[in-house]
């Protein structure tokens, strides 16, 4: 493996050895960011309301707005802003904004579509596991393909989405799986977090320069160029056997 693999723990390096490497017994893919290149598409959704509201964001805002469910954003917003209008109307505007650029925009992150493929042939399942509105979702479904996915969850999919572990748990649940056999792929400290909370192994692809949070279960990987089902299988440390 490239030297662009780094961990909390030690990533495997080289092509493996074993003819019938164990596979992860499912992948639950993040999309924002992760699959499709959306992460600069909700800043620039979330600068943009910000500047009308006469709050230029900063790297501080980071945290609030990358990664993070429309309420918490426009929660944000509303707190730091000032402003009359209400969160629902932000989350509303924030929506709005943020489903027309994916719809005009949305491109395949590098790695991710040969990825997806390449566990549809080793017979790995995925998920789709989004803190996105299902009408985002949708719209960067009809982009990507449906039908790489056992299950799709959105954020009305579940009470609580991320940093809470609802949705890797929802979607783990979904396949009939424990979710500490799953591994997740994730771009964000938020989704990081999400995902070990359920208690899946993580490779974390980060899309922002935001560090990310270190673990036993965290790998760190530059791009999805870079993964393949035999690497996923070591990173989740339980799973299938190719036959």
């Not at 918490?72 to 707190?79: D, N, P, V």
């Not at 549809?120 to 009809?142: H, M, Q, Y």
């Not at 036993?216 to 299988?233: H, K, Q, V, W, Y």
């Amino acid at each position: 493996m490239p030297d662009t693999a780094m961990s909390a723990s030690t990533a495997p390096d080289g092509p493996p050895s074993d003819p019938c490497p164990a596979l992860p017994a499912a992948v639950l893919f993040d999309m924002d960011g992760t699959l499709v290149d959306t992460e600069q598409l909700w800043w620039q959704a979330a600068a943009e309301l910000a500047e009308e509201l006469r709050h230029p964001l900063t790297d501080r805002d980071a945290p609030e707005v990358l990664g993070q469910a429309v309420e918490h954003t426009a929660a944000h917003l509303h707190r730091v802003s000032g402003t009359d209008l209400d969160e629902a109307e932000l989350a509303d505007r924030l929506n709005e904004s943020f489903a027309g650029k994916v719809a005009a925009e949305t491109v395949p992150r590098p790695g991710a579509l040969a990825l997806l493929a390449s566990l549809r042939d080793a017979g790995v399942p995925t998920a789709l596991v989004s803190a996105s509105p299902r009408r985002v979702v949708d719209l960067v479904l009809s982009v990507i393909g449906r039908d790489w996915f056992a299950v799709t969850l959105a954020a009305e999919d579940t009470a609580r989405t991320k940093p809470a572990p609802d949705p890797y748990l929802a979607a783990a649940e979904h396949l009939g799986l424990d979710p500490a056999v799953c591994l997740a792929v994730e771009d964000t400290p938020t989704g990081v977090a999400s995902a070990t909370a359920a208690g899946c192994a993580v490779l974390a692809v980060p899309s922002t320069a935001t560090p990310m949070p270190r673990g036993e279960r965290i790998t760190l990987l530059a791009s999805l160029e870079l993964a393949d089902p035999a690497l996923l299988g070591k990173l989740a440390g339980a799973g299938a056997v190719r036959p």
